[in-house]
């Protein structure tokens, strides 16, 4: 899908996203108590520094001008994705849980939070950037740019 570059560099780290998903499914698929662990134990390093770091550009800089600004008027007009950043801030909280979790060892945990993940990154990608790309001014997509290079 071509992508207007403003959010490129967060569709590239949703390619990274996806690929770190379906690892994690594949591996909790296999079974493999070792490797679960040492993809649970990097997932845990890995997330306050990379997927914390995404998912508060996110927030901070579309779901909060999306919900501030462009929400009102799409319920307005009884938008389907009226809610869409709602459900994505619930999606946020739901990964980090289940991040703790796995830096609690709870290995369990694995196969969730891929499925998750994938879900999460490919309702991003299919309706919340084409969505920005349609209301967001060129202004406030070079403030999303500026903020998430």
Not at 120 to 133: A, I, K, W, Y
């Amino acid at each position: 899908m071509k992508r207007i570059e403003a959010l490129r560099p967060l569709s590239r780290e949703h390619h990274l996203s996806l690929v770190l998903a379906n690892k994690a499914i594949k591996t909790a698929k296999n079974n493999d108590k070792l490797q679960i662990k040492v993809l649970c134990e990097q997932i845990a390093q890995a997330f306050s520094s990379r997927w914390e770091a995404h998912f508060i550009k996110e927030e901070l800089f579309i779901f909060s001008l999306f919900e501030g600004k462009y929400r009102p008027k799409l319920i307005a007009d009884a938008h389907e994705d009226a809610d869409l950043t709602a459900r994505l801030r619930e999606q946020h909280h739901q990964m980090r849980t289940l991040s703790a979790n796995m830096t609690k060892g709870r290995m369990d945990q694995l196969e969730d939070f891929g499925i998750l993940l994938r879900d999460h990154t490919r309702l991003e990608e299919r309706r919340l950037f084409p969505l920005v790309s349609a209301l967001f001014s060129a202004e406030e997509l070079q403030g999303v740019a500026m903020n998430t290079l």
